[in-house]
Antibody
Framework: EVQLLESGGGLVQPGGSLRLSCAASGFTFSTYAMSWVRQAPGKGLEWVSATSGSGGSSYYADSVRGRFTISRDNAKNTLCLQMNSLRVEDTAVYYC???????????????WGQGTLVTVSS | QTVVTQEPSFSVSPGGTVTLTCGLS?????????PSWFQQTPGQAPRTLIY???TRSSGVPDRFSGSILGNKAALTITGAQADDESDYYC??????????FGGGTKLTVL
C-alpha cells in the first residue's frame, strides 16, 4: 500500500524558511517522480513543484521559482521541499504526491499524502 | 497566461449521469495535455480518479470515466451516489514540466 507522510509544517514569519519532508513507503521510491501541490485555506489546488525519479530534473511553478527547492533522497525514500523567503500568500496545506511514472515532467499524480499546514504570518 | 476552466458548480440527481469538463481559456485540450481528475471532500486530501485522459486510478469504480469531448477533457459519472458529492479538480500539462489546475467544480447530488 502506497503511503506518503508529510511533516515539517508550522507557523513561520514572512521572509522566513521552512523545510517540508515526505516519507514514502509501499512502492519503489526511486522509480517514480514526485510532486508537491498546495491548497490555500478555502481555495483550490495549486501545482507547486515536481522532480523526476532520479532527482536529476526539477520543475517549479512561477509563483515559487527561485524561492523553493525540491529534492529527494532515494536511499531514505524521502522527498523534501525547502521553502525560503516565505510570503503570506504561501500559507496553505502542502501535499506530497506520487506520480505514475519516473518522468518528472509529464508524469501524472496517482497518490496523495494527507498534507501538512504551513502558515506564514507575523 | 492560459487558464484552465471548470464549471464552478453542477448538480445531479441520485442515479443520474453528469459530465464535468476541463477546458482552456485559449485553445483546445487534447491527450497531449495528459488531463487528470481528482475528487476532494471537505477536510480530506484529494484522491486521484483519472489520469492521462482515461486511465482509472487503482480502486476507482468504473462509474467514473475520462475522455476528450470536443475541445475539452471530460469526467463522466454514471449512476451518481450521495457520496459523490465533492469538489472535482482537473489538471493539465502545459509543457516544460509545468502543470495547471482548474478552479474546481462543486458537485451536488440531490
Amino acid at each position: 500500500e502506497v503511503q506518503l507522510l508529510e511533516s515539517g509544517g508550522g507557523l513561520v514569519q514572512p521572509g522566513g524558511s521552512l523545510r517540508l519532508s515526505c516519507a514514502a513507503s509501499g512502492f519503489t521510491f526511486s522509480t517514480y517522480a514526485m510532486s508537491w501541490v498546495r491548497q490555500a485555506p478555502g481555495k483550490g489546488l495549486e501545482w507547486v513543484s515536481a522532480t523526476s525519479g532520479s532527482g536529476g530534473s526539477s520543475y517549479y511553478a512561477d509563483s515559487v521559482r527561485g524561492r523553493f527547492t525540491i529534492s529527494r533522497d532515494n536511499a531514505k525514500n524521502t522527498l523534501c521541499l525547502q521553502m525560503n523567503s516565505l510570503r503570506v500568500e504561501d500559507t496553505a496545506v502542502y501535499y506530497c504526491a506520487k506520480k505514475s511514472t519516473a518522468a518528472g515532467d509529464t508524469g501524472s499524480i496517482d497518490y496523495w499524502g494527507q498534507g501538512t499546514l504551513v502558515t506564514v504570518s507575523s | 497566461q492560459t487558464v484552465v476552466t471548470q464549471e464552478p458548480s453542477f448538480s445531479v440527481s441520485p442515479g443520474g449521469t453528469v459530465t464535468l469538463t476541463c477546458g482552456l481559456s485559449s485553445g483546445s485540450v487534447s491527450t497531449s495535455y495528459y488531463p487528470s481528475w481528482f475528487q476532494q471532500t471537505p477536510g480530506q486530501a484529494p484522491r486521484t480518479l483519472i489520469y492521462t485522459t482515461d486511465t482509472r486510478s487503482s480502486g476507482v469504480p468504473d462509474r467514473f470515466s475520462g475522455s476528450i469531448l470536443g475541445n475539452k477533457a471530460a469526467l463522466t459519472i454514471t449512476g451518481a451516489q450521495a457520496d459523490d458529492e465533492s469538489d472535482y479538480y482537473c489538471v493539465l500539462y502545459m509543457g516544460s514540466g509545468i502543470w495547471v489546475f482548474g478552479g474546481g467544480t462543486k458537485l451536488t447530488v440531490l
